[in-house]
């Protein structure tokens, strides 16, 4: 019949019959993960008594000859569906051990190894019975006794009732006594009443039901890096008090609920609240006993289902409301109750390949207390514990008694031990508030612990700290000037000033402007080349009192024009060739250049004017969601507080040289010019040509010895590989930089901003220069929060990890990662940013309605004392929140780590996909120097991603490695649909991706999707065969198992005819890990190849070391 079979089994044969669903679904994963402990069930308990361990397995024999279930063994191979085979006799053993000899200490530990030990011990499932009886004797009159079977065989209620009726059993041989045992209904049934039913309706009442739902709900609180490493899970629990579990009873009795209601509606609104997703979808198990088979309540098997459970949180719901919903939607899906799930899955409109959910709840209801002790005349059972293992990354199991105990078992390769301590803290929490305002809104339960609460507002709050600023920008510039009037303060190409030059310049421009009327807050528009001109342009304005708008001469005509009809300019600095060659406006034109000479003849002394720090400094236009910039207001205390706020970390002084590397209308330009300016050091404006030539800009950065530079991480990373291309690739000299010479860089600071940093892009950097000198400094920033917001000193030991730190806030300002109800979101769970204090701006420029959507009250002041500062004198104000449209999460040491634009995170086929995760991956290949991902639409209006690779210098890769490479670490919904290989990114003027001049991809980049025929016999006999099993008339060998309609179930069918007809043993893993059909067919020539070397069995489950 079955090489799974020898002939003495065969004529030991009872009974046969097909497995329920729920055991075709654990068969598979057996067979698929064969060295975990995937739904192996050890049950452990102290006997406490007089135990005779003849009498005790006589008692397990009786109830092998008494229940089917342990007479029985599964077989699949060489069969077109896996069957159970019950056998006439089952022979059961119980081994014995003594460890009286042990202390107590002793005991405990190696009963801790010996459980470890017994679940790596596989079970046989083509032999019965499929359980081992362990006996160990404590002293005399204790024993601990461990049971270990597999999950195909019973459930959690029919274990109880298989305890039970062992202590009944044992009672009786030990006395004497005559059987009373009624004759037991068969779980053979049970498999008849499935064959039953109807599956139309079934498939009809699951699609109408998931109907919409086309991804899973994301498991947000993952590890940043995604591990495919084998599956090791732990457990963690939490015990509710005994009187917050009788509140939680009454209150259930009271609305005609159950306890197993409240956990899951629990459960399903804390993934809402971590996912801020409100159509949820996660897995529950149901007890699978249908009430209209007699007997039912007392028959032993494997009965439970697991079933998919849809919450659609409303944020206005009630917290009783969402309760009442899922009952009725549990009522409803139980008439259903018997459908397979992998059916299930193929009847939603999840992706063929994807879960349907990645989480389960298992309330544990059986039909006595597991809290209390169970035992008969001659022992008692103490300490019981049962421990299994579900293959779902997250498992939560409810154990109801005097005090409710809830367990999660997770997969400690996707989760943090900590990021669990917390998930079950904000479970409890989440649960006691709905049962203590059952009215409240879902969006309004609490779900941080106190502690956690208080610990992100200190975190993120900064309270204590203040910077006054009494002074503006130029006047402190001023005061500069005093202290250092001959160094030279600006330097551009062979042309220099210094600080009194440079000052003196500025007073004969303010003293004019002033003449014109500029005053405080009055906007001056600046239009200029870079060059010595531009600086004194700027301070000139600041000096007239006015507040400036760079106007970049290399930004398109039609964005200038918009920029001077928004802001209204009533005076435009300029200079002769740019001013006839710009849109039309109604300012009054100034050229620096050929109007200086009467420029000149005003006063070079300071200027008297009537701006205060809470005065206009600049408005910067930055980009707008509509296509329209929108322009920034700043004022001089935004800025001077920057500075001061982040004094003790940089140490910026007279001996520094900054690069003005940036356009002076993207905000970085602001902290370039002032942190040389206002601490005595030299200015090097780089001209434009040169900002677009890394090896030019390295070569000026020699030349000119410069200390701070301010970076983008792209623009650095083309100045990696220009200083590669100008010095080789060998690792440079790190002595004295008073040794260095012009071909040597002078650089103690690097700082970046403006865009996110790959942290992988730096590793050639540090094995040149180390992470010392230079520091390399990430600080992400907004120009709505002036500039910078965090601050993260970078080495090499980040090179580990792929997530984006952006480290802790500055000082003075606070970070608040909210949901999007404004509530605060745990350690570990992604939330928008808020940024709040002194360098919050006031708003964007005629933008009210904006202005009020993106600056909001600030949702924590009402438990607050809100303290004078400069912005708010009076200390009464209601201080504002910049919503950032970021991304970030705390990490467990209390840094922000960057998950990218909310506008960045994109859905395809109703996959929730961060573009910034895929980049990050990219970039850790060995061969990849940079890369970007976009969405793009192709030719009938469908979004697909876009991979662009710039390879490292000289050095090839393919796509089809490129896609391997991911295929490895991502699901395929991630896996771009076509990549693009360039020499180089295209860069914006402020030294971003330039996105909008990505070319677009040919059709060679994207793989074929038109039908190809088999090539070769293995081919062609695996065309047949995917045919037969998916019921397709065609396939080719492009085609994806799971895309054509194959599920688990299906898979396991389709290994066996895959053995019997190419003589092959392939591991069920192998065709979950070929993606077509093609390499399906290389991996099995190989395996054929591979003959003369050990081969391990087709599905066979091997056995664990």
């Known amino acids: 019949?079955?090489?799974?079979?020898?002939?003495?089994?065969?004529?030991?044969?009872?009974?046969?019959?097909?497995?329920?669903?729920?055991?075709?679904?654990?068969?598979?994963?057996?067979?698929?993960?064969?060295?975990?402990?995937?739904?192996?069930?050890?049950?452990?308990?102290?006997?406490?008594?007089?135990?005779?361990?003849?009498?005790?397995?006589?008692?397990?024999?009786?109830?092998?000859?008494?229940?089917?279930?342990?007479?029985?063994?599964?077989?699949?191979?060489?069969?077109?569906?896996?069957?159970?085979?019950?056998?006439?006799?089952?022979?059961?053993?119980?081994?014995?051990?003594?460890?009286?000899?042990?202390?107590?200490?002793?005991?405990?530990?190696?009963?801790?190894?010996?459980?470890?030990?017994?679940?790596?011990?596989?079970?046989?499932?083509?032999?019965?019975?499929?359980?081992?009886?362990?006996?160990?004797?404590?002293?005399?009159?204790?024993?601990?006794?461990?049971?270990?079977?597999?999950?195909?065989?019973?459930?959690?209620?029919?274990?109880?009732?298989?305890?039970?009726?062992?202590?009944?059993?044992?009672?009786?041989?030990?006395?004497?006594?005559?059987?009373?045992?009624?004759?037991?209904?068969?779980?053979?049934?049970?498999?008849?009443?499935?064959?039953?039913?109807?599956?139309?309706?079934?498939?009809?009442?699951?699609?109408?039901?998931?109907?919409?739902?086309?991804?899973?709900?994301?498991?947000?609180?993952?590890?940043?890096?995604?591990?495919?490493n084998s599956n090791v899970y732990k457990k963690q629990q939490i015990q509710f008090p005994a009187s917050t579990t009788a509140t939680c009873q009454s209150f259930v009795r009271k609305n005609r609920l159950t306890l197993n209601n409240l956990v899951q509606a629990t459960w399903g609104l804390l993934l809402s609240r971590y996912s801020q997703e409100t159509d949820i979808v996660f897995g529950a198990t149901v007890s699978g006993r249908e009430t209209s088979i007699a007997g039912i309540e007392a028959m032993v098997g494997l009965f439970i289902n697991t079933l998919p459970m849809r919450i659609q949180v409303k944020p206005d719901t009630s917290a009783l409301t969402l309760l009442k919903d899922l009952q009725a939607q549990l009522v409803e899906s139980n008439q259903y109750s018997y459908s397979s799930l992998a059916e299930i899955q193929t009847w939603s409109e999840i992706p063929r390949g994807a879960s349907l959910f990645d989480s389960i709840v298992v309330f544990e209801n059986y039909p006595v207390d597991a809290t209390a002790v169970l035992g008969n005349d001659s022992f008692c059972l103490e300490n019981i514990q049962v421990s299994q293992q579900t293959n779902y990354p997250l498992t939560l199991i409810a154990l109801p008694g005097d005090q409710l105990q809830v367990r999660i078992s997770y997969d400690t390769n996707r989760f943090d031990d900590g990021t669990i301590t917390r998930l079950l803290g904000h479970f409890q929490t989440l649960l006691e508030g709905m049962v203590a305002n059952p009215e409240a809104r879902v969006s309004q339960l609490p779900l941080l612990t106190e502690f956690e609460k208080n610990q992100l507002l200190i975190d993120g709050h900064n309270p204590q700290v203040d910077y006054p600023v009494t002074k503006c920008l130029h006047q402190l510039f001023e005061e500069q000037v005093k202290r250092t009037p001959e160094a030279v303060a600006v330097v551009y190409s062979d042309q220099q000033l210094t600080y009194n030059e440079l000052n003196n310049r500025a007073n004969h421009l303010a003293h004019y402007l002033q003449s014109l009327g500029v005053k405080p807050d009055q906007l001056v528009g600046i239009c200029l080349e870079r060059s010595l001109e531009m600086i004194v342009g700027l301070l000139g304005i600041l000096k007239a009192g006015g507040a400036y708008v760079p106007l970049d001469p290399e930004y398109p005509i039609e964005r200038l024009s918009f920029m001077l009809e928004d802001a209204q300019l009533s005076v435009l600095l300029t200079q002769q060739k740019l001013g006839e060659t710009l849109p039309q406006h109604q300012a009054q034109i100034i050229y620096l250049d050929t109007d200086w000479e009467k420029i000149a003849e005003n006063s070079h002394s300071n200027p008297e004017n009537t701006v205060t720090p809470d005065n206009l400094a600049y408005v910067i236009y930055t980009s707008g969601s509509t296509g329209k910039p929108k322009g920034v207001l700043v004022n001089h205390s935004n800025v001077v507080r920057l500075f001061a706020a982040t004094d003790a970390w940089y140490n910026f002084n007279s001996q520094d040289v900054w690069s003005l590397f940036h356009s002076y209308a993207f905000d970085f330009s602001v902290w370039e010019m002032w942190g040389a300016l206002l601490y005595g050091g030299r200015l090097v404006v780089v001209p434009y040509l040169i900002t677009r030539s890394p090896e030019a800009f390295y070569q000026l950065l020699c030349q000119e010895k410069v200390t701070i530079l301010n970076q983008t991480p792209t623009a650095f990373r083309q100045l990696i590989q220009a200083e590669e291309s100008l010095k080789g690739s060998f690792p440079l000299s790190r002595g004295?930089?008073?040794?260095?010479?012009?071909?040597?860089?002078?650089?103690?600071?690097?700082?970046?901003?403006?865009?996110?940093?790959?942290?992988?892009?730096?590793?050639?950097?540090?094995?040149?220069?180390?992470?010392?000198?230079?520091?390399?400094?990430?600080?992400?920033?907004?120009?709505?929060?002036?500039?910078?917001?965090?601050?993260?000193?970078?080495?090499?030991?980040?090179?580990?990890?792929?997530?984006?730190?952006?480290?802790?806030?500055?000082?003075?300002?606070?970070?608040?990662?909210?949901?999007?109800?404004?509530?605060?979101?745990?350690?570990?769970?992604?939330?928008?940013?808020?940024?709040?204090?002194?360098?919050?701006?006031?708003?964007?420029?005629?933008?009210?309605?904006?202005?009020?959507?993106?600056?909001?009250?600030?949702?924590?002041?009402?438990?607050?004392?809100?303290?004078?500062?400069?912005?708010?004198?009076?200390?009464?104000?209601?201080?504002?929140?910049?919503?950032?449209?970021?991304?970030?999460?705390?990490?467990?040491?209390?840094?922000?780590?960057?998950?990218?634009?909310?506008?960045?995170?994109?859905?395809?086929?109703?996959?929730?996909?961060?573009?910034?995760?895929?980049?990050?991956?990219?970039?850790?290949?060995?061969?990849?120097?940079?890369?970007?991902?976009?969405?793009?639409?192709?030719?009938?209006?469908?979004?697909?991603?876009?991979?662009?690779?710039?390879?490292?210098?000289?050095?090839?890769?393919?796509?089809?490695?490129?896609?391997?490479?991911?295929?490895?670490?991502?699901?395929?919904?991630?896996?771009?649909?076509?990549?693009?290989?360039?020499?180089?990114?295209?860069?914006?003027?402020?030294?971003?991706?330039?996105?909008?001049?990505?070319?677009?991809?040919?059709?060679?980049?994207?793989?074929?999707?038109?039908?190809?025929?088999?090539?070769?016999?293995?081919?062609?006999?695996?065309?047949?065969?995917?045919?037969?099993?998916?019921?397709?008339?065609?396939?080719?060998?492009?085609?994806?198992?799971?895309?054509?309609?194959?599920?688990?179930?299906?898979?396991?069918?389709?290994?066996?005819?895959?053995?019997?007809?190419?003589?092959?043993?392939?591991?069920?893993?192998?065709?979950?890990?070929?993606?077509?059909?093609?390499?399906?067919?290389?991996?099995?020539?190989?395996?054929?190849?591979?003959?003369?070397?050990?081969?391990?069995?087709?599905?066979?489950?091997?056995?664990?070391?």
């Not at 780590?897 to 910034?916: A, H, M, P, S, T």
């Open 1 to 228: 019949m079955n090489s799974q079979m020898n002939n003495t089994n065969r004529q030991n044969v009872a009974d046969i019959y097909p497995l329920s669903p729920m055991q075709q679904g654990m068969l598979f994963h057996s067979l698929y993960e064969p060295d975990s402990d995937v739904y192996f069930v050890q049950f452990s308990c102290n006997l406490k008594g007089n135990v005779d361990t003849t009498i005790f397995e006589q008692a397990w024999q009786r109830l092998v000859e008494k229940y089917v279930v342990f007479r029985t063994a599964f077989i699949w191979e060489s069969l077109s569906q896996p069957v159970q085979v019950v056998y006439r006799q089952v022979t059961v053993r119980v081994a014995t051990f003594d460890w009286q000899h042990l202390t107590a200490q002793q005991q405990e530990q190696e009963l801790a190894v010996f459980l470890e030990s017994d679940q790596q011990k596989s079970l046989e499932l083509s032999e019965a019975p499929l359980m081992r009886l362990n006996l160990i004797k404590l002293d005399k009159n204790t024993y601990q006794f461990v049971w270990s079977s597999h999950h195909l065989l019973l459930d959690g209620w029919s274990l109880s009732l298989v305890i039970k009726d062992f202590l009944k059993i044992y009672q009786e041989i030990s006395q004497n006594q005559i059987s009373t045992d009624q004759p037991v209904v068969s779980y053979r049934q049970y498999i008849a009443w499935l064959q039953q039913q109807e599956q139309k309706p079934a498939e009809e009442f699951w699609q109408q039901k998931l109907q919409g739902f086309t991804a899973p709900t994301p498991l947000v609180i993952e590890r940043s890096a995604n591990s495919k």
């Open 736 to 1105: 004295d930089r008073s040794s260095t010479t012009d071909n040597d860089l002078s650089l103690r600071l690097v700082i970046f901003g403006g865009e996110a940093l790959e942290i992988n892009s730096l590793q050639s950097w540090f094995q040149r220069h180390g992470d010392q000198c230079p520091q390399l400094v990430n600080m992400y920033g907004i120009t709505e929060t002036t500039v910078h917001v965090t601050y993260r000193p970078l080495s090499m030991t980040d090179l580990d990890s792929t997530a984006s730190v952006i480290g802790r806030p500055i000082p003075d300002l606070q970070v608040y990662l909210l949901d999007q109800y404004l509530q605060l979101v745990p350690v570990g769970v992604p939330g928008e940013m808020y940024v709040g204090g002194a360098g919050v701006t006031k708003g964007y420029l005629n933008r009210p309605e904006l202005t009020k959507e993106r600056f909001i009250s600030s949702p924590f002041e009402k438990d607050e004392v809100i303290p004078p500062t400069p912005l708010n004198k009076g200390g009464n104000e209601p201080s504002k929140l910049y919503k950032t449209g970021d991304l970030a999460r705390y990490l467990p040491k209390g840094e922000l780590e960057y998950l990218g634009r909310i506008d960045n995170q994109v859905k395809i086929r109703g996959f929730r996909i961060e573009l910034g995760e895929i980049e990050a991956l990219l970039a850790s290949h060995p061969q990849i120097w940079e890369t970007v991902v976009i969405v793009r639409d192709d030719a009938t209006g469908d979004k697909r991603l876009v991979a662009y690779i710039v390879p490292q210098s000289e050095k090839t890769i393919t796509i089809n490695e490129i896609r391997q490479f991911l295929k490895a670490k991502l699901p395929s919904y991630m896996i771009p649909n076509a990549f693009v290989i360039l020499d180089a990114l295209p860069l914006t003027a402020n030294g971003k991706i330039d996105s909008r001049a990505l070319p677009p991809p040919e059709s060679s980049s994207e793989p074929s999707e038109k039908y190809v025929a088999p090539r070769n016999p293995i081919e062609d006999i695996l065309v047949t065969v995917w045919s037969e099993v998916l019921k397709v008339e065609k396939v080719g060998i492009n085609d994806n198992f799971f895309e054509l309609g194959g599920h688990s179930l299906l898979a396991t069918k389709l290994v066996a005819q895959i053995r019997d007809r190419l003589k092959v043993e392939l591991p069920l893993r192998q065709l979950f890990n070929s993606a077509t059909l093609a390499e399906l067919a290389q991996g099995i020539e190989q395996l054929k190849q591979e003959k003369s070397a050990p081969i391990v069995p087709a599905i066979l489950p091997r056995k664990r070391k």
